[in-house]
């Protein structure tokens, strides 16, 4: 049975001292929550990430990088390896989130070395695809979704992609206050589902997690997760206050 998700992608937000609050916060409120098959994820800025793993260890929830590079170690200045993140037992690590294809320029070759990279080391990527707003006024989503899980994901043994997590993100939704609808959210995810069974089979599409993210809340994650093949959400600015992300996570 596929696990359900909530992760939280701080992005870079907070200084550690609101960093260490807002952890503590969720994990104390996280102590009085069970659902069953189902796992948080906090993804903090990296320089938290010791800070967060010490909460974890007695903790509900699990801890992911927002990024690494793909290299174990070299000459990368201001770079984090897969192996420093190995080292803290990070779990997950979100790659190919839009504002990385945006603002740095990441081409699909470079995520897919970057899954790669992750895999060795046994962290699990939390792989982002979505289209941009001209993609879907145009009705090419579907394709270009389809185009970033082949170029970056599906040169993958079947047990190497058994450990990745795919987030549905639109990007017209991200940081907008503007969610894909139940219906946009259920057709994408389905897609994606069919995508992978066509390629791994019905038991691996089955038992991959597809998490929604883009101006997800705790207004409207719980029927945005009732849709058929959600599993979860990637939350941004909604994670950023543990009230009402615990909301979120009740709504799994
Ligand atoms: C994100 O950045 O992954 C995200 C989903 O952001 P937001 O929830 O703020 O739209």
């Given at each position: 049975?596929?696990?359900?998700i909530?992760?939280?992608n ?5 200084v ?32 938290y990430l ?5 909460v974890?260890f007695?903790s509900?929830?699990?801890v ?7 290299e174990?170690s ?9 192996l ?8 997950y690590?979100?790659?190919?989130h ?19 990279a992750?895999l060795?080391h046994?962290?699990?990527p ?5 289209e941009l ?5 145009a009705?090419?989503h579907?394709?270009?979704?389809k185009r970033?899980?082949e170029?970056?994901l ?9 450990k990745?997590?795919?987030a549905?993100?639109?990007?017209w939704a991200?940081?907008?206050g503007?969610?894909a609808?139940?219906e946009?959210a ?5 897609h ?10 019905l ?5 991959l ?9 705790a ?5 945005l997760?009732?849709q ?7 939350i941004?600015?909604?994670s950023?206050?543990a ?6 996570v009740?709504?799994?």
């Amino acid at each position: 049975m596929r696990k359900r998700i909530v992760a939280g992608n701080w992005k870079m937000n907070k200084v550690f001292s609101e960093a260490e609050t807002l952890i503590t916060e969720i994990a104390d409120a996280l102590d009085n929550v069970e659902i069953e098959n189902a796992e948080v994820i906090l993804c903090p800025p990296a320089l938290y990430l010791e800070m967060a793993m010490d909460v974890a260890f007695e903790s509900n929830f699990t801890v992911g990088a927002q990024n690494v590079y793909p290299e174990d170690s070299g000459a990368y200045t201001g770079e984090i390896s897969p192996l420093m993140l190995k080292e803290l037992n990070v779990d997950y690590c979100i790659v190919g989130h839009s504002e990385r294809r945006k603002y740095f320029g990441e081409s699909h070759e470079f995520l897919l070395r970057k899954v790669d990279a992750l895999l060795k080391h046994d962290i699990s990527p939390i792989f982002c695809c979505g289209e941009l707003l001209p993609e879907r006024e145009a009705g090419e989503h579907f394709s270009v979704v389809k185009r970033q899980l082949e170029e970056s994901l599906f040169h993958l043994a079947p047990d190497e992609f058994s450990k990745v997590v795919i987030a549905y993100e639109p990007v017209w939704a991200i940081g907008t206050g503007v969610n894909a609808s139940n219906e946009q959210a259920r057709e994408m995810h389905a897609h994606i589902r069919k995508l992978v069974k066509g390629k791994y089979g019905l038991e691996t599409a089955e038992n991959l997690s597809i998490l929604y993210g883009g101006s997800c809340n705790a207004k409207n994650a719980a029927e945005l997760f009732a849709q058929p093949d959600v599993d979860g959400g990637l939350i941004g600015g909604a994670s950023l206050k543990a009230e009402e992300f615990i909301k979120i996570v009740l709504s799994l």
